[in-house]
C-alpha cells in the first residue's frame, strides 16, 4: 500500500506497481491471483532476475504466446514488393516458385510460397529494388536458371565455398526486385 501509484525499475522497465498481475489476461480463463500463491505483486516485482514476461507465464500458465496479452494479435506475416506489371508479377512468381495466388487485383495481389505470403503492390518503377527477400531452395544454380528463364536476371553467380556446392545466388525478378536464392549450408561448414 506505500508503494502503490509509485514506479518501479525492474530489469530496466518501467511499470507502476505491478498492478497488471493481479488483473485477468484475456487469454487466461481463470483468474489466479497471486496472494493465492503466497505472493504479493510488490515483492514478486522486486524479486531481482526475475523478468515480466517470466512473470506473466508463471501466473498465467495458460497463455501459449510469449508476447501476452499486452502484444499485438498479429493475424499473417506478408512481405510486400513492387511491380510494374501485376499480372506478369504474379505469373513469374506463380511458375519460377510454384505460389498459389491468393488474392489478385491491379492494386495488390498475395501469392502464398511456402507457408509465406508475398504481397505484389502495382505502381512499381521498375527500377533496381534491394528487397532482403531470401528464399531457400536446394539447389541454387538450377533455381537461378529457372528466374532466368521466367525472364529475371542472374546479378551474380553461385559460387562453390570451402569445397561446398554454392550457397547464394543473387537474382532480379522479373520486376526489378532484387531477390536471393539460398541453400541450406551443412554443418561443416558453417562460419564459427
Same mark, same amino acid.
Given at each position: 500500500?506505500?508503494?502503490?501509484?509509485?514506479?518501479?525499475?525492474?530489469?530496466?522497465?518501467?511499470?507502476?506497481?505491478?498492478? !497488471?498481475?493481479?488483473?485477468?489476461?484475456?487469454?487466461?480463463?481463470?483468474?489466479?491471483?497471486?496472494?493465492?500463491?503466497?505472493?504479493?505483486?510488490?515483492?514478486?516485482?522486486?524479486?531481482?532476475?526475475?523478468?515480466?514476461?517470466?512473470?506473466?507465464?508463471?501466473?498465467?500458465?495458460?497463455?501459449?504466446?510469449?508476447? @501476452?496479452?499486452?502484444? @499485438?494479435?498479429?493475424?499473417?506475416?506478408?512481405?510486400?514488393?513492387?511491380?510494374?506489371?501485376?499480372?506478369?508479377?504474379?505469373? !513469374?512468381?506463380?511458375?519460377?516458385?510454384?505460389?498459389?495466388?491468393?488474392?489478385?487485383?491491379?492494386?495488390?495481389?498475395?501469392?502464398?510460397?511456402?507457408?509465406?505470403?508475398?504481397?505484389?503492390?502495382?505502381?512499381?518503377?521498375?527500377?533496381?529494388?534491394?528487397?532482403?527477400?531470401?528464399?531457400?531452395?536446394?539447389?541454387?544454380?538450377?533455381?537461378?536458371?529457372?528466374?532466368?528463364?521466367?525472364?529475371?536476371?542472374?546479378?551474380?553467380?553461385?559460387?562453390?565455398?570451402?569445397?561446398?556446392?554454392?550457397?547464394?545466388? @543473387?537474382?532480379?525478378?522479373?520486376?526489378?526486385?532484387?531477390? @536471393?536464392?539460398?541453400?541450406?549450408?551443412?554443418?561443416? !561448414?558453417?562460419?564459427?
Amino acid at each position: 500500500a506505500e508503494n502503490e501509484g509509485q514506479k518501479r525499475r525492474v530489469i530496466g522497465v518501467s511499470l507502476a506497481t505491478a498492478d !497488471f498481475l493481479e488483473k485477468p489476461m484475456p487469454c487466461q480463463p481463470k483468474y489466479y491471483p497471486l496472494r493465492s500463491r503466497g505472493l504479493s505483486p510488490a515483492s514478486s516485482v522486486a524479486r531481482p532476475g526475475l523478468k515480466i514476461g517470466a512473470l506473466k507465464r508463471f501466473f498465467y500458465p495458460n497463455c501459449l504466446s510469449y508476447g @501476452m496479452a499486452d502484444s @499485438m494479435n498479429v493475424e499473417r506475416l506478408k512481405y510486400v514488393i513492387w511491380a510494374v506489371d501485376m499480372n506478369r508479377a504474379v505469373a !513469374f512468381y506463380v511458375k519460377v516458385f510454384g505460389g498459389t495466388v491468393l488474392k489478385q487485383n491491379e492494386i495488390i495481389s498475395e501469392v502464398a510460397i511456402a507457408g509465406s505470403i508475398i504481397g505484389i503492390h502495382g505502381g512499381g518503377e521498375g527500377g533496381r529494388t534491394w528487397t532482403g527477400l531470401s528464399l531457400q531452395v536446394p539447389d541454387v544454380i538450377a533455381g537461378a536458371a529457372e528466374i532466368v528463364a521466367a525472364g529475371g536476371q542472374l546479378v551474380r553467380e553461385p559460387q562453390p565455398e570451402n569445397g561446398e556446392p554454392p550457397h547464394l545466388a @543473387m537474382c532480379v525478378d522479373s520486376e526489378g526486385n532484387e531477390i @536471393m536464392l539460398t541453400r541450406k549450408r551443412s554443418q561443416a !561448414f558453417m562460419p564459427a
